[in-house]
């Protein structure tokens, strides 16, 4: 496609490319759209506080806040450790985990992943106790996260990130539900401005991203939504841009309003008029954004698709 070096309102803004929420693993963030993965918002509230708790004479809710922020990794803040229970050790999470246990440093052979779900064990941060998943410590009483989904098993005391769980996508997003919706078709949470203004494909977010290949619906940095409705990461749609690349790597459309791009080549064209040689010359196009099959007369500065104006075609 074609190369411009001054590209018309960057997609800083957000104008062009619609943002999807985000996503992540225990809890995904969301950028302008939003969902993550991880959590669920109805069933935090069930935390087993009923317990008297060996703290003397703090109340309920006093023992429950102790420690609130203060403790965790660098993905969380949770005042628990899990014991994994594919190798029985001890991490603060789930990510400490995979990095740990997929590090260079691990034989080949031994590598893998934390199976999430099958999480039993965690450890209180505040009084040490191992037990089974839960809110609210056995033995201190203290709320081991304050967003705690018991599907996903997964805790998270810091509520700025708005995590919910999502049962279509099965997994605790960020973001908001109130913010964002889940779209059957698409399979994924998105955020809710894209609700009519989304093209939908069928499993758009249950692939990888065409750029660094991670997979799209369990990433934990933002996602956004192509106008052709194809899903890649803001961050390698930046990188692309960055190396002049507008064109969707899946299908080829542009990847943003081109206009102001397509207006300055009309200009640059008419300012350089092609040897008479080549007056009569014609090529036949294919134009990546409308699909229509044309002739059109040869120009070195670009081939412009009759139907729609744009100059992202390719010859044929
Ligand atoms: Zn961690
Ligand atoms: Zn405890
Ligand atoms: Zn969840
Ligand atoms: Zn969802
Ligand atoms: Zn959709
Ligand atoms: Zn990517
Ligand atoms: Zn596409
Ligand atoms: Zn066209």
Known sequence: ?????????????????????????????????????????????????????????????????????????????????????????????????????????????????????????????????????????INCGVSMGKYFCETCKFFDDDTSKQNYHCNGCGICRTGGQENSFHCYKCGCCYSITLKDSHLCVEGAMHHDCPV????????????????????????????MQHHLQYACPLCSKSVCDMSKVWDKLDKAIAATPMPEFYSNKMVGILCNDCGAHSDVPFHVVGRKCPNCRSYNTRQK
């Open 1 to 137: 496609m074609v190369a411009m070096s001054n590209h018309p309102e960057s997609l800083d803004g957000g104008k062009q490319v619609k943002q999807i929420g985000i996503i992540h693993h225990d809890a995904v963030v969301t950028t302008s759209c939003s969902n993550s993965v991880e959590s669920s918002s109805g069933d935090c509230t069930s935390a087993s506080t009923g317990g008297t708790g060996n703290a003397s004479g703090a109340s309920a809710s006093e023992r429950l806040e102790k420690g609130h922020l203060q403790y965790g990794c660098s993905h969380y803040r949770r005042r628990c450790r899990i014991r994994a229970p594919c190798c029985n050790e001890i991490f603060d999470c789930r990510h400490c985990h995979n990095e740990a246990k997929n590090s260079m440093d691990v034989e080949s052979l031994h590598r893998h992943d934390l199976p999430r779900h099958e999480l039993q064990l965690i450890i209180c941060s505040l009084c040490g106790t191992e037990q089974e998943v839960r809110q609210a410590c």
């Open 212 to 239: 660094c290949f991670e997979y799209l619906f369990e990433s934990t940095t933002d996602v956004t939504v192509l106008p052709c409705g194809h899903t890649i990461h803001v961050n390698c749609l930046k990188e």
